[in-house]
């Protein structure tokens, strides 16, 4: 039920040409809920996954637009 809940929200929050950023404690679903969600709305979509040395501006954006280029 709590999945469905997520899965809903997401949709409901996804717009064209936006950014979602979903934020929440480790070992809460993150990945699988946005996977699932994914998978099911078929949308194109863009992976970046941050660690502490993306905190350098130049090399968050250098990773980012990668991303994006592909």
Known sequence: MLREAVLAELERGARPQQVCVLSAPAGFGKTTAVVQWLHEAQRPYV???LD???NDFERFWRHLLAALQR
């Open 52 to 54: 502490a040395a993306d």
């Open 47 to 49: 992976w970046l996954s």
